[in-house]
């Protein structure tokens, strides 16, 4: 059991790695970098924490558990308009988010990282998949989506998300003026989002469907 010293102390650790993580990334949260923020001798580190990767993951942990609660608390929120309404919010949410905190957001969801941390984006990704999962199976049962396996749209929707900030998000200089120009505007960006994840979903097909078969 930890002394209040120690709690506060490894505190203090925390703080000053997320502070380096937001601003430059894992790599950036090196123990000098760290402990120096903290105030604190870089050997100080292994006296509250097994090591910086211990330490990281821990800021992993707490920023990616931020992030997916308020993303689940706008959909919980957007309820009662219906699935294509929560999806909506969802999209809204994690992007709006991830566009404030540009630097944040790619070290969540894309920089390379060492295995633990990778496990803890492993087990992230599949929360916002099963908050997908719930989005699509409404969907269906209400009848604004059509018949389809929700699990496999739901990972295809969190991976296409993922993969359409990278991008933008990247600190790293544009491979083309293409990738440039859709990172500064975005507007587009998330609108071509929307519409590439209602697309996935089906939405509207339902009773396009529907009024075929009644014809």
Request: with cysteine; proline share 4%.
């Amino acid at each position: 059991m930890s002394t209040p010293v120690q709690h506060d102390r490894r505190s203090a650790l925390v703080k000053a790695a997320t502070e380096i993580v937001s601003e430059a990334g894992f790599r950036g949260a090196s123990v000098k970098a760290i402990t120096g923020r903290a105030g604190m001798s870089a050997g100080l580190l292994y006296s509250y924490a097994t090591d910086a990767d211990e330490l990281l993951t821990e800021v992993f942990r707490r920023c990616a558990g931020q992030e997916l609660a308020h993303v689940a608390e706008a959909v919980e929120e957007a309820g009662p308009g219906g699935s294509s309404a929560q999806l909506t919010a969802l999209i809204d949410a994690f992007t709006g988010r991830a566009l404030r905190g540009r630097r944040l957001a790619w070290s969540l969801l894309v920089e390379p990282v060492g295995k633990a941390i990778e496990a803890e984006r492993l087990t992230y990704r599949l929360s916002y998949a099963s908050l997908l999962i719930d989005i699509v199976e409404r969907g269906i049962a209400e009848g604004d989506f059509p018949e389809q396996d929700a699990r496999v749209t739901a990972a295809g929707i969190v991976g296409a998300i993922s993969e359409a900030l990278t991008g933008p998000l990247s600190p790293l200089p544009p491979i083309d003026t293409h990738d440039a120009n859709i990172g500064r505007d975005e507007t587009r960006l998330v609108s071509s989002i929307h519409t590439l994840c209602m697309r996935a979903v089906g939405a509207g097909a339902a009773h396009t469907t529907q009024q075929r078969s009644e014809e």
